[in-house]
């Protein structure tokens, strides 16, 4: 059974400083996704990431892939409040019958003033 | 619209009751998928489906759960007795064949 771990859970952080979420998932998979979730609403696509050593960048966020670890990191620089959300990394597993998501537990980011 | 959509936003109802969730996905889409997602918690797969292939079940945490969709148009999730632990966001998402999954903002249920 895949599993998908975060961490932190919680983070909360200072504006202008910087951190990193981490992702680790159990089993080979094809591409990694990135989500971003505010209170109340549906998810956001952040980062769609398709192979060892990928590395994308969006503004203060950058996401990176090792497929040979099995990890994940989503980088958040020079932390701003509007970043505040929770932040899911989702494995997709590609089936014979199509793919389908496994997500982590997500992180929690506070960014206070 | 263009994006996902899905009714109602908000539903309460009794332990007990049968609740239907519909999903309109983004025109075009072949693939559509339900998750749940319990507070505070991340998204449980519940079902796929893919064109005209058989769904992929495998999610759905009992029987009293069921899924339709006809075509590549509307489907529907529905939960027949409803417990108090069936209460979460539903969440539905579409996708062209192997591509990004694009989510609707959910239904928000709640069983008392």
């Known amino acids: 059974e895949l599993k998908v771990e975060q961490n932190p859970l919680f983070l909360s952080m200072q504006e202008g400083k910087n951190y990193t979420i981490y992702c680790n998932y159990s089993?080979?998979?094809?591409?990694l996704y990135w989500y971003r979730q505010d209170p109340g609403k549906s998810l956001e696509s952040l980062f769609v990431?398709?192979?060892?050593?990928a590395v994308k960048q969006e503004g203060r966020l950058m996401a990176s892939l090792d497929t040979k670890a099995r990890l994940s990191t989503l980088h958040i620089t020079a932390a701003v409040h509007d970043l505040s959300a929770t932040y899911f990394c989702a494995v997709d597993i590609r089936e014979t019958s199509g793919s389908r998501l496994t997500f982590g537990e997500g992180t929690q980011l506070t960014v206070n003033p | 619209g263009a994006g996902v959509s899905q009714s109602p936003s908000n539903k309460v109802t009794e332990k007990g009751k049968d609740v239907e969730l519909r999903c309109d996905p983004i025109?075009?889409?072949?693939?559509l998928y339900w998750y749940r997602q319990r507070l505070g918690q991340g998204l449980e797969f519940l079902i796929y489906f893919q064109g005209n292939s058989a769904p992929d079940k495998s999610g759905l945490p009992s029987d009293r759960f069921s899924a339709e969709r006809t075509g590549e148009s509307v489907s529907t999730l529905t939960i027949q007795r409803t417990q108090q632990e069936d209460s979460a966001v539903y969440l539905c998402?579409?996708?062209?064949?192997?591509?990004?999954?694009?989510f609707g903002d959910g239904t928000r249920l709640s069983i008392l």
């Open positions: 998402a579409s996708s062209p064949l192997n591509r990004p999954q694009h």
């Open positions: 990431l398709l192979s060892n050593g």
């Open positions: 025109s075009g889409h072949t693939a």
């Open positions: 089993t080979t998979s094809d591409r």
